[in-house]
């Protein structure tokens, strides 16, 4: 080791405390060193070797300056300095280069050594270098046990230790004492921690503003017992500190039994306990401080570690092996991990696996973990009960971990004894164990652990069971007397799935009266659910019988769309329900309010044509799916015979409609085209009256009326008034002259449209068409002749004052008022 002399002047009171970056006013100067010394070396030597007196130590408390001995780590490698102050001035020697098989238990004893340089040499000339410290015989077992009779220096040694074990390794521990009572404090220090502990240790014995300096364990001599430590010494937050003489220190909040137990050894120099504790610490190759006291209390004291003790214990495999066989620790770690699976998941596992090689231990275990698992599922507490039989035994005895499950199943004849949430523990391991022994659906052993109420059928049907067993403790529950209950509904209508399969009766079911009764109560209460259309996507699940029921309770809610579901699967209802109930029910449902498209949809056409030939479909429904067909039938081959029109015509006066609203527009104009169509036929005249009686009061408000619309609807499509058949056909009917018997009295007030139609004739045939009505009037009855001869007469082309003056003479009443409107219009 190289050596440095320095000095400097002594400026008592030049330090203000609370400073940062702390540096006396006066800066050491170099008086000799060893040759090669490095000049960035040299300057950061000096810099740790300054001196500046206590701010209130003068002549007057006649105290001794404090010696500066310091152990620190620097840029350029550790030094160890020991300043003397000398009346106004102060030597400093130090060391560089301080290698690390120099402990610090070595450093501190150099403390009084008559080898440090404390005056400025005769000579200049380079100094040796060191092989070793300048170690002395003051401080040794003897000196420190005579110090610490004080009951004040042993509280000063405990609050040392305790932070040293209790804190970060970067806090700062700073003590308001003597530099002699300091350097008692480290030795002891030294005494009573591993090296393992020290490797990195560094403190200095008297610094003027310990806020500076950044040793480990830092003294401060106040100069007065009337001054304290700057307030930041007791922060807790990087540093801690201790002021005997006024009491004030920091709480350090980490409680280490360690620190009184070695005191007390250093105290009364039995070193033996503390030597032991040392080396079992070494021999387990622990590094962290914290874990040095839970060696001491594992091995010499309380024995009692809490559970984040334990956890950052049983991460050392070592520490964990030494742990785990201590019977108390092992029992703890076991109550931790009962309670906590967390704990039992990381920790309490690396117990286990350090006693794997320990067969008589680990099958103790084992036993102690089942007798505690089945002693707490007695009680009722599934915490424990799971983390002992799922967890921790597992780990601990793999064979009786799967094992136990079979033994619970024989032993727990009666679960109505166990509570309702350790029955849903343990029933979910019950089935998978049956299920690993090869046991298919559900086994009779738990089918008792199935029956419960409907309040608890959600509880059930929330655990991960195979379908089998959810069915089973669904079909219980609707087995028993009361059910199906508003409780259980509510339950099923949110398992739609497990609601559809309970509607199959079970084979020993009598009836399926709990089946429509839960139907029914389904409907009413999910209304929204469409349980119909599931039912039909399994229609095969039930009983035909069974089906028509639920078909005829969605029918009687008023929860099929009977439009829709025969649009959508009228081939499969027509399947399902051939010779049931249900077909005639939902057919009237339909026909009771027809779409607008029933006789254009061929599937609704084919549909009704087969529902018509259902046996159990009612004749009401036939004959209104029968007036359906006949409309359809009218509307493809419009005829003018009573075996066609007749059918139609009932129809479009059923009550209620049987066919849409527009129906009877299409037909009147399907009868307007026919009538069209045979403009020029010789039978005109018998097809429109046939029309007349059977249409008159379906299409129009009686024949009449039908003529009337007819006749506008003609003379808005064609040249009504150029067609001579079609002229003398209208004009017979208006004249009088129908050939139906029927008609006889039912065409009163045609005449005005009688002389409209002539007066048309009349201006757009001409002569020519008026010639051949003429002609063709001699076979009318002599009343319409009479009267065609009149309007003949009055409509022949000869202007328009002749046409109304011969109009007025002719006819009289209302009739020539009518005629004499309709010869204005055309003239005017």
């Given at each position: 080791?190289?050596?440095?002399?320095?000095?400097?002047?002594?400026?008592?009171?030049?330090?203000?405390?609370?400073?940062?970056?702390?540096?006396?006013?006066?800066?050491?100067?170099?008086?000799?060193?060893?040759?090669?010394?490095?000049?960035?070396?040299?300057?950061?030597?000096?810099?740790?070797?300054?001196?500046?007196?206590?701010?209130?130590?003068?002549?007057?408390?006649?105290?001794?300056?404090?010696?500066?001995?310091?152990?620190?780590?620097?840029?350029?490698?550790?030094?160890?300095?020991?300043?003397?102050?000398?009346?106004?001035?102060?030597?400093?020697?130090?060391?560089?280069?301080?290698?690390?098989?120099?402990?610090?238990?070595?450093?501190?004893?150099?403390?009084?050594?008559?080898?440090?340089?404390?005056?400025?040499?005769?000579?200049?000339?380079?100094?040796?270098?060191?092989?070793?410290?300048?170690?002395?015989?003051?401080?040794?077992?003897?000196?420190?046990?005579g110090w610490l009779d004080t009951p004040a220096r042993r509280d000063l040694l405990e609050f040392a230790l305790t932070a040293l074990l209790g804190t970060s390794p970067t806090?700062?521990?700073?003590?308001?004492a003597a530099a002699d009572d300091v350097a008692k404090v480290v030795y002891a220090v030294t005494r009573a921690l591993p090296q393992g502990l020290l490797d990195d240790f560094?403190?200095?014995?008297?610094?003027?503003?310990?806020?500076?300096?950044?040793?480990?364990?830092?003294?401060?001599?106040?100069?007065?017992?009337?001054?304290?430590?700057?307030?930041?010494?007791?922060?807790?937050?990087?540093?801690?500190?201790?002021?005997?003489?006024?009491?004030?220190?920091?709480?350090?909040?980490?409680?280490?039994?360690?620190?009184?137990?070695?005191?007390?050894?250093?105290?009364?120099?039995?070193?033996?306990?503390?030597?032991?504790?040392?080396?079992?610490?070494?021999?387990?190759?622990?590094?962290?401080?914290?874990?040095?006291?839970?060696?001491?209390?594992?091995?010499?004291?309380?024995?009692?570690?809490?559970?984040?003790?334990?956890?950052?214990?049983?991460?050392?495999?070592?520490?964990?092996?030494?742990?785990?066989?201590?019977?108390?620790?092992?029992?703890?770690?076991?109550?931790?991990?009962?309670?906590?699976?967390?704990?039992?998941?990381?920790?309490?596992?690396?117990?286990?696996?350090?006693?794997?090689?320990?067969?008589?231990?680990?099958?103790?275990?084992?036993?102690?973990?089942?007798?505690?698992?089945?002693?707490?599922?007695?009680?009722?507490?599934?915490?424990?009960?799971?983390?002992?039989?799922?967890?921790?035994?597992?780990?601990?005895?793999?064979?009786?971990?799967?094992?136990?499950?079979?033994?619970?199943?024989?032993?727990?004849?009666?679960?109505?004894?166990?509570?309702?949430?350790?029955?849903?523990?343990?029933?979910?391991?019950?089935?998978?164990?049956?299920?690993?022994?090869?046991?298919?659906?559900?086994?009779?052993?738990?089918?008792?652990?199935?029956?419960?109420?409907?309040?608890?059928?959600?509880?059930?049907?929330?655990?991960?069971?195979?379908?089998?067993?959810?069915?089973?403790?669904?079909?219980?529950?609707?087995?028993?007397?009361?059910?199906?209950?508003?409780?259980?509904?509510?339950?099923?209508?949110?398992?739609?799935?497990?609601?559809?399969?309970?509607?199959?009766?079970?084979?020993?079911?009598?009836?399926?009266?709990?089946?429509?009764?839960?139907?029914?109560?389904?409907?009413?209460?999910?209304?929204?659910?469409?349980?119909?259309?599931?039912?039909?996507?399994?229609?095969?699940?039930?009983?035909?019988?069974?089906?028509?029921?639920f078909f005829e309770a969605t029918l009687t809610a008023g929860k099929v769309d009977a439009d829709r579901v025969i649009r959508t699967q009228g081939p499969r209802l027509l399947?399902?329900?051939?010779?049931?109930?249900?077909?005639?029910?939902?057919?009237?449902?339909?026909?009771?309010?027809?779409?607008?498209?029933?006789?254009?949809?061929?599937?609704?056409?084919?549909?009704?044509?087969?529902?018509?030939?259902?046996?159990?479909?009612?004749?009401?429904?036939?004959?209104?799916?029968?007036?359906?067909?006949?409309?359809?039938?009218?509307?493809?081959?419009?005829?003018?015979?009573?075996?066609?029109?007749?059918?139609?015509?009932?129809?479009?006066?059923?009550?209620?409609?049987?066919?849409?609203?527009?129906?009877?527009?299409?037909?009147?104009?399907?009868?307007?085209?026919?009538?069209?169509?045979?403009?020029?036929?010789?039978?005109?005249?018998?097809?429109?009256?046939?029309?007349?009686?059977?249409?008159?009061?379906?299409?129009?408000?009686?024949?009449?009326?039908?003529?009337?619309?007819?006749?506008?609807?003609?003379?808005?499509?064609?040249?009504?008034?150029?067609?001579?058949?079609?002229?003398?056909?209208?004009?017979?009917?208006?004249?009088?002259?129908?050939?139906?018997?029927?008609?006889?009295?039912?065409?009163?007030?045609?005449?005005?449209?009688?002389?409209?139609?002539?007066?048309?004739?009349?201006?757009?045939?001409?002569?020519?068409?008026?010639?051949?009505?003429?002609?063709?009037?001699?076979?009318?009855?002599?009343?319409?002749?009479?009267?065609?001869?009149?309007?003949?007469?009055?409509?022949?082309?000869?202007?328009?004052?002749?046409?109304?003056?011969?109009?007025?003479?002719?006819?009289?009443?209302?009739?020539?008022?009518?005629?004499?409107?309709?010869?204005?219009?055309?003239?005017?």
């Open positions: 080791m190289k050596q440095l002399y320095s000095t400097g002047t002594l400026n008592a009171g030049s330090v203000t405390f609370g400073a940062v970056g702390y540096s006396p006013l006066t800066t050491s100067a170099m008086r000799a060193t060893s040759a090669g010394v490095e000049a960035d070396e040299l300057q950061t030597a000096l810099s740790f070797a300054n001196y500046t007196a206590p701010p209130s130590n003068g002549e007057a408390n006649g105290r001794p300056l404090p010696v500066r001995l310091a152990l620190l780590n620097t840029s350029s490698g550790r030094v160890l300095t020991h300043v003397t102050p000398n009346g106004v001035s102060y030597f400093a020697h130090t060391l560089l280069n301080v290698p690390t098989t120099a402990d610090a238990q070595l450093a501190i004893q150099t403390w009084g050594s008559p080898l440090w340089q404390k005056n400025e040499p005769d000579s200049a000339a380079d100094l040796p270098e060191l092989p070793y410290l300048p170690v002395a015989d003051v401080l040794d077992d003897d000196a420190l046990r806090t700062r521990i700073i003590l308001a560094t403190f200095s014995t008297y610094e003027a503003e310990p806020l500076a300096c950044t040793a480990r364990l830092i003294g401060h001599d106040t100069g007065s017992v009337d001054r304290d430590l700057p307030a930041e010494c007791y922060s807790g937050i990087g540093t801690v500190g201790f002021n005997p003489a006024t009491g004030r220190r920091t709480e350090i909040p980490t409680d280490v039994p360690f620190a009184a137990f070695a005191v007390a050894a250093l105290a009364t120099g039995e070193y033996g306990p503390l030597d032991e504790v040392k080396g079992q610490w070494q021999r387990l190759g622990l590094k962290e401080p914290r874990q040095f006291d839970l060696v001491y209390r594992l091995a010499r004291g309380t024995g009692v570690l809490n559970k984040e003790e334990a956890a950052a214990a049983l991460q050392h495999p070592p520490l964990a092996a030494w742990i785990s066989t201590r019977a108390d620790a092992l029992n703890q770690f076991l109550e931790w991990a009962l309670e906590d699976r967390g704990f039992a998941n990381t920790s309490f596992t690396r117990a286990v696996q350090a006693l794997r090689q320990k067969p008589d231990v680990i099958g103790k275990l084992g036993q102690t973990v089942k007798d505690l698992g089945l002693k707490a599922l007695r009680a009722g507490d599934k915490t424990r009960t799971a983390n002992a039989l799922e967890v921790i035994l597992p780990m601990a005895a793999p064979s009786k971990a799967n094992a136990v499950w079979g033994e619970l199943i024989t032993q727990l004849t009666t679960p109505d004894s166990l509570s309702w949430d350790m029955r849903w523990y343990l029933l979910p391991k019950f089935v998978r164990f049956k299920q690993q022994q090869g046991t298919t659906g559900v086994d009779p052993a738990l089918a008792k652990w199935l029956d419960v109420p409907a309040e608890h059928l959600t509880e059930i049907l929330a655990l991960e069971l195979p379908r089998a067993y959810h069915i089973a403790a669904g079909r219980a529950c609707l087995g028993r007397d009361g059910e199906p209950s508003a409780v259980l509904t509510k339950t099923l209508a949110q398992h739609s799935t497990l609601a559809l399969t309970l509607l199959q009766p079970a084979p020993t079911d009598a009836d399926a009266l709990r089946q429509v009764k839960l139907f029914d109560s389904l409907l009413a209460e999910a209304p929204a659910h469409p349980w119909f259309e599931d039912l039909l996507a399994r229609a095969t699940d039930y009983p035909a019988v069974l089906l028509n029921k399947e399902l329900f051939t010779g049931q109930t249900g077909l005639d029910r939902v057919g009237t449902q339909f026909l009771a309010n027809p779409p607008a498209d029933l006789l254009r949809n061929p599937g609704l056409l084919a549909f009704l044509d087969k529902l018509r030939d259902e046996p159990r479909v009612g004749d009401e429904l036939k004959g209104r799916v029968a007036a359906v067909k006949a409309v359809r039938a009218y509307l493809d081959a419009p005829a003018f015979t009573a075996d066609a029109m007749k059918p139609a015509a009932d129809a479009l006066v059923l009550t209620p409609p049987v066919v849409p609203p527009g129906t009877k527009h299409e037909v009147f104009s399907a009868v307007a085209t026919a009538l069209l169509s045979r403009a020029n036929a010789d039978t005109l005249q018998t097809d429109l009256e046939a029309a007349l009686v059977s249409f008159g009061s379906a299409l129009a408000n009686d024949p009449s009326d039908l003529y009337e619309n007819l006749l506008r609807d003609l003379r808005s499509r064609t040249e009504f008034s150029r067609q001579t058949n079609l002229v003398h056909t209208f004009l017979a009917v208006a004249l009088g002259a129908a050939k139906a018997p029927e008609l006889v009295g039912k065409l009163d007030g045609l005449d005005g449209h009688a002389f409209a139609i002539a007066a048309e004739a009349a201006k757009r045939g001409g002569n020519r068409v008026l010639g051949e009505i003429d002609r063709r009037s001699e076979a009318w009855p002599k009343a319409a002749r009479t009267q065609w001869g009149f309007l003949l007469a009055a409509v022949r082309p000869r202007g328009a004052r002749g046409v109304l003056r011969d109009a007025a003479l002719i006819l009289g009443g209302a009739g020539a008022a009518t005629v004499v409107w309709w010869v204005v219009k055309l003239v005017g």
